[in-house]
């Protein structure tokens, strides 16, 4: 046997294996090209929220697109125009859901039109709980973090006129419906329907979301895609686009629609914004994003979020092996560690399976099991390893079945 070709593993108690910077091994590439559905957007271990770069939409020059083809992920590393950081997305899986909440920055002329405020972008790197490019068409660097039920952007804007926009029209997900309110100049809630993930069109719900910015705008407002008029409407100018609504500010509501706020930059002025989500409340997501991030502070929630993989892939430690062997082992852990996640929100609620029913853990309520794959050695690996975790996965299975008569298939 050659040496070099094996690798020793072992459980280590400390926090870090001989003073490695383990996420260092983590390559979060891996998988986003050859149909392997992973993305490379900033999640914790076993997160709710995940913000991923979404590039699969809006463009010829993208080699794969999610509204011409089977698709199933919000990224592939092929493709080159991005529309946007999606929340709360999938891994791995094979059928499109979730993926919405798609956060955009912009320079210029404010434009709702994702084919056209779309981007090129380079210098893409990631790293775990961290993403980070610039986008060509404006000169904008974009970063994104998150804590478990909640994201952060940071966006530094070149000279000028500046937009932040979220669209909730667009998404990996079938369902359609929103709804936003505003609560303040920096703030506003709402909710997004998603739902039929594979194929099941009765698998309907809805997620609540609270989003801040850390600047109040010159000017903020909504915009919405009108159905196309004829006869006597035939005079509005707006029929079939996307409405800009300038001076409307209450609640508002649709297929398509979406929230705009614009800035007047100085050249390198950086606007952080926050997102909270819940499956049960925009209440919740708000208590969520306060209980996870006290300010707008993006350096201490990319820190921690470095720290808690850092924690979690030190539960093994490996002897031989190269440099390459050790990232394909690290990502694979990594890999493993983003689902089944946390469905629960701070307090502890969350949606019955099958039902309205909103209930509540003391301990940790997990979804996104696929268990008819992860049966076969991911739980077996999580029993060893993450014994804590596994405990709580255990019960949320066992819950599922007492809700609503059937352990989770997905």
Same mark, same amino acid.
């Given at each position: ?68 083809? +089977? ?8 493709? !080159? ?6 929340? $709360?997305?999938?891994?791995? $899986? ?27 972008? *380079? ?38 006129? *500046? ?35 594979c194929y099941n069109p ?7 979301? $609270? ?15 009108q159905r196309e008029m ?35 930059? !100085?050249a390198g002025e950086t ?21 996870? /991030?006290?300010?707008? /502070?993006?350096? !201490?929630?990319?820190? *921690? ?19 390459? /062997? ?53 739980? /077996? ?27 989770? !298939? +997905?």
């Open positions: 046997m050659r040496s070099g070709l094996f690798f020793i593993l072992f459980l280590v108690i400390s926090s870090n294996f001989f003073g490695q910077d383990l996420t260092g091994f983590v390559n979060p590439f891996i998988g986003t090209t050859n149909y392997g559905t992973t993305n490379p957007g900033a999640v914790l271990p076993n997160g709710m929220m995940s913000v991923a770069p979404f590039n699969v939409m809006g463009s010829d020059k993208n080699k794969f697109d999610k509204d011409k083809q +089977w698709w199933s992920t919000p990224y592939s590393y092929e493709n !080159k125009f991005f529309t946007g950081f999606s929340h $709360v997305n999938l891994s791995g $899986v094979g059928c499109p859901e979730a993926g919405s909440l798609l956060l955009m920055p912009t320079s210029g002329e404010l434009n709702a039109n994702y084919e056209e405020y779309g981007s090129g972008y *380079a210098g893409e790197q990631a790293s775990p709980g961290y993403y980070t490019n610039r986008l060509t068409k404006y000169g904008i660097l974009t970063e994104v973090s998150a804590t478990t039920r909640t994201s952060i952007a940071r966006f530094t804007f070149p000279k000028g006129h *500046a937009n932040i926009l979220l669209n909730l029209g667009e998404g990996l997900t079938n369902e359609s419906g929103a709804w936003m309110r505003r609560i303040s100049n920096t703030e506003i809630e709402g909710m997004k329907v998603l739902g039929t993930f009765q698998a309907v719900f809805p997620i609540y979301f $609270v989003m801040r910015v850390s600047k109040p705008p010159v000017t903020a407002g909504y915009w919405k895609k004829t006869a006597e409407a035939a005079w509005d100018s707006t029929a079939g686009t996307r409405k800009i609504y300038t001076r409307y500010g209450r609640d508002i509501a649709g297929d398509d629609i979406g929230a705009y706020f614009s800035y007047d930059v !100085k606007i952080e914004v926050q997102i909270g989500v819940s499956f049960v409340s925009t209440a919740n997501a708000r208590e969520n994003l306060e209980a996870e /991030q006290n300010g707008f /502070q993006f350096d !201490k929630v990319r820190t *921690a979020a470095r720290e808690s993989w850092e924690k979690e892939l030190a539960r093994v430690g490996i002897e031989g092996g190269t440099a390459d /062997q050790k990232v394909v082992f690290y990502t694979a852990l990594y890999h493993a560690l983003i689902h089944p996640n946390l469905f629960n929100d701070v307090n502890g609620q969350y949606p019955a399976m099958d039902s309205d029913k909103i209930l509540t853990s003391g301990a940790g309520r997990y979804t996104v099991f696929s268990l008819w794959d992860t049966y076969r050695n991911v739980h /077996q690996m999580l029993s060893l390893l993450y014994p804590e975790k596994q405990l709580d996965m255990v019960r949320s299975m066992v819950d599922m079945y007492k809700e609503s008569g059937w352990l989770p !298939k +997905w």
